[in-house]
């Protein structure tokens, strides 16, 4: 890996949909209002940043319900493990690589 920065993705440029891989990753599913509480955005931010998410595969959605309250939740795809280590491995030659 001659230049790390090359790798990085930038469907992750952006703090919100790296917190949203972060919060997919280390669990199964999360859904819409934790994402929302624990990102402390708008819904219109979080559903942007989803979609741009899902478009490129990298999450799922599950649509359902609870009782009579709807209720979507997010997990993260194959591809979109692989594409977010990735990132995070450029990300770490990026650090080693600046001494």
């Given at each position: 890996m001659n230049n790390p920065i090359q790798h990085?993705?930038?469907?992750?440029?952006?703090?919100?949909?790296?917190?949203i891989m972060s919060a997919v990753m280390v669990n199964d599913a999360v859904n819409f209002n934790d994402l929302k509480e624990l990102?402390?955005?708008t819904?219109?931010?979080?559903?942007?940043?989803?979609?741009?998410?899902?478009?490129?595969?990298?999450?799922?959605?599950?649509?359902?319900f609870i009782?009579?309250?709807?209720n979507t939740t997010y997990a993260v795809t194959q591809q979109?493990?692989?594409a977010f280590k990735?990132?995070?491995?450029?990300?770490?030659?990026?650090i080693k690589n600046m001494h």
């Amino acid at each position: 890996m001659n230049n790390p920065i090359q790798h990085l993705n930038k469907i992750f440029d952006s703090r919100i949909r790296l917190g949203i891989m972060s919060a997919v990753m280390v669990n199964d599913a999360v859904n819409f209002n934790d994402l929302k509480e624990l990102l402390q955005i708008t819904d219109g931010n979080l559903a942007s940043h989803l979609k741009t998410l899902e478009e490129n595969t990298y999450i799922q959605v599950q649509k359902g319900f609870i009782g009579r309250k709807t209720n979507t939740t997010y997990a993260v795809t194959q591809q979109g493990q692989i594409a977010f280590k990735a990132h995070l491995a450029a990300l770490e030659a990026m650090i080693k690589n600046m001494h």
